[in-house]
């Protein structure tokens, strides 16, 4: 798939500077993540947040957990709530994992946390499932004119290093040293050979 053409042309018109990232089938931050071999902080995580005043779009790291309060406060609310997938794709007619973090695409507020500005860098979806945008971290929260404040606590994740891919480094490098020792006992024993000769 390619990135939507309403992603394409809101971010044309916005005039933003991009990469379009292509990929296997993603639904969470934590996948994109270790699909795309990117630490957890350059991913940016897009949360629908349902107030008592409007919906808003919450970014933070993949690698942080969302701290409501801190959220209530940081928008001046009464409640805030994470609103079921049935929401989010009849309001905002998106499959659940594919909100963008482009509030003006959804004509909602953005609120980003400031640990994001930690990355140069961020990866966001484009709203599929295989498809991210990759841009500057100051000019995703400039053109969406961002509200920063703090308000993710850590996470707790780490991305799972594939054993499968050790075990065959590890299997290749001794692999590799039998191959290189084999080959110096042979040319000893050649060297041995002619010098008896």
Do not use: C, W
Request: proline letters at 2%; zero cysteines.
């Amino acid at each position: 798939m390619a990135i939507p053409i309403k992603t394409k042309k809101y971010l044309e018109k916005k005039m933003a500077k991009y990469d379009a990232v292509a990929h296997r089938t993603v639904y969470t931050a934590y996948d994109a993540a270790q699909t795309l071999r990117r630490e957890l902080k350059e991913i940016g995580k897009s949360l629908l947040i349902a107030t008592d005043k409007a919906y808003v779009i919450a970014v933070v790291p993949a690698n942080m957990r969302l701290d409501l309060k801190k959220l209530r406060k940081a928008l001046a609310v009464k409640k805030v709530s994470i609103p079921n997938e049935k929401l989010v794709t009849r309001v905002f007619k998106v499959r659940p994992g594919a909100v963008t973090a482009f509030g003006g695409l959804h004509k909602v507020e953005v609120i980003a946390d400031k640990s994001l500005l930690k990355v140069k860098d961020i990866i966001l979806s484009a709203g599929t499932l295989t498809d991210s945008i990759r841009m500057k971290t100051k000019d995703f929260i400039a053109m969406e004119e961002a509200k920063l404040a703090n308000f993710a606590k850590a996470g707790g994740y780490k991305l799972q290093k594939s054993k499968i891919i050790k075990t065959r480094k590890h299997k290749s490098k001794k692999a590799t040293k039998k191959i290189s020792s084999k080959k110096k006992s042979a040319a000893k024993r050649s060297g041995r050979k002619r010098a008896r000769r």
